[in-house]
């Protein structure tokens, strides 16, 4: 089993910077891959950026790129998701969860990741 913690939301001005933390724990965290989703009423869960632990191997949804930067630290066993000239349409529940590859799946897809996070608000103001 593994738990996720998500912290680092909060309101922000368009066009500012946020860094998202997820702190998580368990057992073979290093083979997982480590994914960032987000959340708006009504819409689905979209892709937005992931890591594989081991490896570092990066992707990012095409909505965010250049913009934001997923990272890792691998001694606090915790994932970063750095926002920088965050607009309005990133306002969204934001998500951290893990992808165990040996259960097979895709890092796009939301419904394939195993484990996940209780979300933190990011809200972007105009």
């Known amino acids: 089993q593994v738990q996720l913690v998500e912290s680092g939301g909060g309101l922000v001005q368009a066009g500012g910077s946020l860094r998202l933390s997820c702190k998580f724990s368990?057992?073979?965290?290093?083979?997982?891959?480590m994914g960032w989703f987000r959340q708006t009423p009504g819409k689905e869960r979209d892709f937005v950026a992931a890591?594989?632990?081991?490896?570092?191997?990066?992707y990012y949804g095409d909505s965010v790129k250049g913009r934001f930067t997923i990272s890792r630290d691998n001694p606090e066993n915790t994932l970063y998701l750095q926002m920088t000239s965050l607009k309005s349409e990133d306002t969204a529940v934001y998500y951290c969860?893990?992808?165990?590859?040996?259960?097979?799946?895709?890092?796009?897809?939301?419904?394939?990741?195993?484990?996940w996070g209780q979300g933190t608000q990011v809200t972007v103001s105009s």
């Open positions: 890591k594989h632990w081991s490896s570092g191997t990066t």
């Open positions: 368990g057992r073979n965290f290093i083979i997982l891959t």
């Open positions: 969860a893990a992808l165990d590859p040996r259960l097979g799946g895709s890092y796009l897809r939301s419904s394939d990741y195993n484990f």
